[in-house]
């Protein structure tokens, strides 16, 4: 052996266990992975024969002249009995057909190509393969088309999948559906079936929901509490959803109870103050806005004497056309502190006036995109040009107009008018009696 020469030089490394590209000694005993240039070596028949996807080629009229051996494999069919034999079409159900030669086809022609279309092929044992297919027209050098090479995905996993996300829609729909006919139907329960007559008065409310899939805590109620006196009610809970539904429920009821036991509006804010003084201090969330009013016929109208707990003030159309807030000592919102008061005012209704509650849904509205809210000032301009007006006719009204606010209109929005019918013309002439400012019927 010579002196300093390398005892491995014109070794073979891969009889060491060193990469041949590399030099890279591997693993003891274990052979060297075959070389990257090696994988490119597949020739270019095997990669159409053997591609992960069909391969086929017809001409202008659809015959088949190739077929690679992955889509024979998928259909069951030997090559013998397609190339020469079939037309693409062929290999399409019924369904399939009809769409290749209304749509498909003709598209191709136009285009020149056409992808990625979701078709159904029939195997040669009948059953269904569902496959995604882009065609193209292949064209000599001058353009003139030649034939068509298509080539086919199998959509087996791809057509599994959308069904699964189909199924999950549609029972995410009935669940959705499920869950609307429970909002609806809570909510209903919440809110007077009807509002019983009163003799001498007119009486119309409306409801309008702003999610389908949410309860909200606006309420209204008009109830009989003798022959002559019927007490009513109007507010806005905090919040919505389950919380905002039982606070609702609780509401009613207590105010009817209240009102049961003593009549006077200031009275009965009071009591439910208490009472959901109680839960605000647990959950901090218990807390409405109401009005609550006491409703006894008074002459040829009716007075109405309410509280305010918070809420905006009601708005009254008179007979002579005008309208403006019925202003009023407006007391801190319901069960937020203990120990609250609040104070009752009255107002007459005489032939031809209407007076509206409402819930701040209606002002908070934004009636467009970039735009602000509604607002009391367009409220009032509102009633100023639909005065005078009956309380079917004002709700209405106000009813198109919260249609009209379409996605503006982010919260429900509870409506109660009250108005006593115009007086019939006299058939003796017009009364010579002027018409004086209004006062108190007790103080006249």
Same mark, same amino acid.
């Given at each position: 052996m010579t002196a300093g020469r390398d005892p491995a030089a014109g070794r073979d490394p891969a009889a060491d266990g060193r990469d041949p590209t590399t030099g890279v000694a591997g693993p003891a005993g274990r052979a060297s992975p075959p070389a990257f240039s090696e994988l490119l070596e597949d020739s270019a028949e095997d990669l159409y024969e053997n591609a992960p996807c069909g391969y086929l080629s017809t001409d202008l009229d659809g015959r088949i002249a190739r077929v690679n051996a992955t889509l024979l494999r998928w259909l *069951? @069919? !030997? =090559?013998?009995d397609l190339v020469g034999r079939r037309h693409f079409a062929d290999l399409l159900t019924a369904g399939g057909r009809i769409y290749h030669e209304t749509h498909f086809a003709p598209l191709l022609s136009m285009q020149g190509e056409v992808g990625g279309v979701a078709l159904d092929l029939r195997a040669s044992d009948g059953t269904r393969l569902p496959v995604l297919v882009t065609s193209a027209v292949k064209k000599s050098p001058a353009g003139e088309p030649l034939l068509i090479r298509t080539t086919i995905f199998d959509a087996r996993d791809r057509r599994a999948y959308e069904r699964e996300l189909l199924r999950a829609r549609q029972e995410s729909d009935r669940e =959705?559906? =499920? +869950?609307?006919? +429970?909002? #609806? #139907? $809570?909510?209903?329960? +919440?809110?007077?079936?009807a509002l019983p007559e009163v003799p001498g008065l007119e009486a119309a409310a409306y409801y309008h929901v702003a999610s389908p899939d949410e309860v909200s805590g606006d309420f209204y109620d008009l109830f009989p509490l003798s022959r002559s006196r019927w007490g009513l009610f109007l507010g806005d809970v905090c919040g919505k959803g389950a919380p905002a539904a039982a606070a609702t429920s609780l509401i009613r009821y207590t105010l009817r !109870? !209240?009102? !049961? @036991? &003593?009549?006077?509006p200031g009275t009965a804010l009071t009591t439910l103050n208490t009472v959901l003084n109680e839960q605000y201090e647990r959950d901090g969330q218990s807390f409405c806005t109401a009005i609550f009013g006491l409703l006894v016929? &008074? *002459? &040829? *109208?009716? =007075? $109405? #004497?309410f509280a305010n707990g918070g809420h905006p003030e009601p708005l009254l159309l008179r007979a002579d056309g005008t309208a403006s807030y019925q202003a009023a000592p407006r007391g801190l919102l319901i069960g937020v502190l203990a120990d609250t008061t609040y104070a009752a005012t009255s107002v007459w209704l005489r032939p031809g006036d209407t007076l509206v509650l409402y819930t701040d849904g209606l002002t908070e509205a934004r009636p467009g995109p970039g735009r602000g809210r509604y607002g009391d000032e367009a409220l009032l301009a509102f009633a100023r040009d639909l005065s005078p007006a009956t309380a079917t006719g004002t709700v209405a009204a106000l009813a198109a107009l919260l249609g009209k606010f379409s996605d503006g209109l982010t919260d429900d929005t509870a409506v109660l008018a009250l108005s006593v019918p115009a007086a019939a013309p006299r058939q003796d002439g017009p009364s010579t009696t002027p018409a004086g400012p209004e006062q108190d019927p007790s103080q006249a």
């Open positions: *069951g @069919y !030997a =090559r013998e =959705r559906e =499920r +869950l609307r006919v +429970l909002v #609806t #139907t $809570l909510q209903h329960s +919440l809110l007077p079936h !109870a !209240a009102a !049961a @036991y &003593d009549p006077a016929p &008074d *002459g &040829d *109208g009716f =007075r $109405l #004497t």
